[in-house]
């Protein structure tokens, strides 16, 4: 089966549903409360080094439990070492869409659990580990996806902080041989529900 954006056929169907489904829904629930989210965010990842990085998201609750959402992220790292690879000036832009399950309602706290999946666009330089030497830049795209647990904490009606753990990976794939920074990641940010 043909490849294309670093994902199988089957896979990017399920996103670009995904994308239908939002806006869809967007449009027929005019009542519902959205919210935009800001965060600055650390993945630590399996290889020893951290990848700092910063969000935004839109999102739409669909009822009192669900909300789904889209956003972007931007993270970087100096150095990277991978599949024998030495990395350098790594840049990794993720283009998401966004589940939250809201574990319980109506408090100032609000646990939930948190999904992620799109497209990561990807920039950096490649020499081999073993013979240093001629660097070659690479531009990619990849399956992003991200898995955590975290809670809100509304100040007021309107705003509030929140923090999330989890785990994420930039480029998923079933080829071992693949630059696939991943690891565990921590989310610190603010949440201003835009309407109610």
């Not at 939930?112 to 799109?118: A, E, F, P, W």
Request: charged residues 15%; aromatic residues 16%.
């Amino acid at each position: 089966m043909e490849l294309f954006f670093g994902m199988s056929a089957k896979r990017n169907k399920a996103f670009v549903y995904s994308i239908i489904a939002f806006v869809s829904l967007s449009g027929a629930h005019a009542q519902s409360i959205t919210t935009l989210k800001t965060n600055i965010e650390c993945l630590r990842s399996t290889h020893g080094n951290n990848f700092s990085g910063v969000s935004a998201s839109y999102n739409k609750e669909l009822g009192r439990k669900w909300e789904l959402g889209a956003g972007i992220e931007y993270s970087h790292t100096p150095t990277h070492n991978d599949n024998g690879w030495n990395l350098y000036h790594l840049h990794f832009v993720p283009v998401y869409i966004s589940e939250h399950y809201k574990l319980c309602t109506g408090l100032r706290w609000t646990p939930y659990i948190h999904l992620q999946q799109g497209v990561t666009f990807g920039s950096y330089d490649k020499e081999f580990q073993d013979n240093p030497g001629p660097r070659y830049h690479i531009k990619e795209l990849g399956f992003y996806g991200a898995a955590g647990i975290g809670t809100n904490y509304y100040l007021s009606s309107r705003s509030g902080f929140f923090a999330e753990a989890g785990m994420k990976g930039f480029h998923l794939s079933f080829n071992n041989l693949d630059v696939n920074p991943h690891g565990i990641t921590g989310k610190l940010g603010y949440v201003y529900r835009l309407k109610q």
